[in-house]
Antibody, heavy 117, light 107 residues
Framework: EVQLVESGGGLVKPGGSLRLSCAASGFTFSSYDMNWVRQAPGKGLEWVSS????????YYAESVKGRFTISRDNAKNSLYLQMNSLRGEDTAVYYCARDLTAPSGVWGQGTTVTVSS | DIQMTQSPSSLSASVGDRVTITCRASQGISNSLDWYQQKPGKAPKLLLYAASRLESGVPSRFSGSGSGTDYTLTISSLQPEDFATYYC?????????FGQGTKLEIK
């Protein structure tokens, strides 16, 4: 079964850090670009970051540039998002998603990040 | 950045109705558009890709059309399980951007 499972969310104080992980299974992870997409409570979807299959190309939304770092380990079939200098507006459910430019879209179930003092 | 303007933001309809949701891009996106369905507490589900291609397993009552800057999602005959929020998303260029969503409610 093709699956993405996120982990690492939680409650963190403003200015703090958190590292999200996404474990992939059921497909050849190293062949696909990967993404993080978030959804603030009661709000719409916001693309956060993308990384190409070999990590050669990395893109960020302006809202997270300089604070978040996307990475992947193809040997471990895993995607990561290092989030630093967190703000209240980063509070959201974070989804990892396989290649947003291709059919057969696959999304994880999401992990919740809450930034609050 | 490409802005995606989706309308309407909410819609009330009855089972069996035909509904249409539109999405307008701020510049041409060459059919690089996906449509998603999201139910409360769940991840988005891909319905259509490349503006009009039905994702495997998605019922044929869902269809998409459009070109250039203007795109539509049509549900030909609403079923109870279709009441959800729908999003368009362009992947023509980064930052990938989503429409603000259309909440489809039961009349």
């Amino acid at each position: 079964e093709v699956q993405l499972v996120e982990s690492g969310g939680g409650l963190v104080k403003p200015g703090g850090s958190l590292r999200l992980s996404c474990a992939a299974s059921g497909f050849t992870f190293s062949s696909y670009d990967m993404n993080w997409v978030r959804q603030a409570p009661g709000k719409g979807l916001e693309w956060v970051s993308s990384i190409s299959s070999s990590s050669s190309y990395i893109y960020y939304a302006e809202s997270v540039k300089g604070r978040f770092t996307i990475s992947r380990d193809n040997a471990k079939n895993s995607l990561y998002l290092q989030m630093n200098s967190l703000r209240g507006e980063d509070t959201a459910v974070y989804y990892c998603a396989r290649d947003l430019t291709a059919p057969s879209g696959v999304w994880g179930q999401g992990t919740t990040v809450t930034v609050s003092s | 950045d490409i802005q995606m303007t989706q309308s309407p933001s909410s819609l009330s309809a009855s089972v069996g109705d035909r509904v249409t949701i539109t999405c307008r891009a701020s510049q041409g996106i060459s059919n690089s558009l996906d449509w998603y369905q999201q139910k409360p507490g769940k991840a988005p589900k891909l319905l259509l890709y490349a503006a009009s291609r039905l994702e495997s397993g998605v019922p044929s009552r869902f269809s998409g059309s459009g070109s250039g800057t203007d795109y539509t999602l049509t549900i030909s005959s609403l079923q109870p399980e279709d009441f959800a929020t729908y999003y368009c998303q362009q992947y023509y260029s980064t930052p990938y951007t989503f429409g603000q969503g259309t909440k489809l409610e039961i009349k």
